[in-house]
């Protein structure tokens, strides 16, 4: 079975402009939770969706959104990019809530 | 508040010696706990996971945590360390609706 895919891997976006990330989960699963790393403030949750829903939102600003599609395939989107949005953006999927989750590789988004 | 704490930010050992990760949760409930390992530019990988029942529990590449509840920690171990486990370790615990709250992690240094 295929793992957690995320693309693209890497990105170099300059201040103001928007990004979306995308992430394709394991196969049957339907939760996708999304986590920003950086080094100053480690490992933080963004959003986790379920069957197209948003069920849970971290702390961070309203520039940083999400979806899920029927496929449960999930994207996210910063808009009016910061130089502190740089960081690694992981995306990871469960079966269902309380599983265990599988995390992808990762996209390294650069702001200039 | 669900929090967790890695005491140790890097730990370096010898190869072919024994390791132990400490890592310290605050949960309400009864925990999900988790151990991941991130190599350099990697997604995060599970090596094991607590649910229930027997406390002590195996995981891939040889690792096994302990379960203590009177003492809230989930430390991880290993009796002898390849060059190959250097990497940063990440305890998590689980809380509701697909968020993990993860420790600021252990960078593992082994010496040859």
């Known amino acids: 079975k295929a793992g957690v895919t995320q693309t693209p891997r890497y990105l170099i976006k300059t201040r103001g402009q928007q990004v979306t990330l995308s992430c394709s989960p394991i196969s049957g699963h339907r939760s996708v939770s999304w986590y920003q790393q950086t080094p100053g403030q480690g490992l933080q949750f963004l959003f986790e969706y379920f069957s197209e829903t948003q069920r849970n939102k971290g702390n961070f600003p309203g520039r940083f959104s999400g979806r899920q599609f029927s496929n449960s395939r999930s994207e996210m989107n910063v808009s009016t990019l910061e130089l502190g949005d740089s960081a690694l953006y992981l995306c990871?999927?469960?079966?269902?809530?309380?599983?265990?989750?599988?995390f992808g590789p990762g996209t390294r988004l650069t702001v200039l | 508040a669900q929090s967790v704490t890695q005491p140790d930010i890097h730990i370096t050992v010898s190869e072919g010696a024994s390791l132990e990760l400490r890592c310290n949760y605050s949960y309400g409930a009864t925990p999900y706990l988790f151990w991941y390992v991130q190599s350099p530019g990697q997604g995060l990988q599970l090596l094991l996971k607590y649910f229930s029942g027997d406390t002590l529990v195996q995981g891939i590449k040889g690792f096994e945590a302990e379960f203590k509840r009177s003492q809230s920690s989930f430390n991880l171990r290993k009796p002898s360390v390849h060059w190959s486990d250097a990497a940063e370790y990440f305890c998590?615990?689980?809380?509701?609706?697909?968020?993990?709250?993860f420790g600021r992690g252990t960078q593992l240094t082994v010496w040859p």
């Open positions: 998590a615990v689980d809380s509701t609706l697909g968020r993990l709250y």
């Open positions: 990871a999927s469960s079966t269902l809530e309380g599983d265990t989750q599988y």
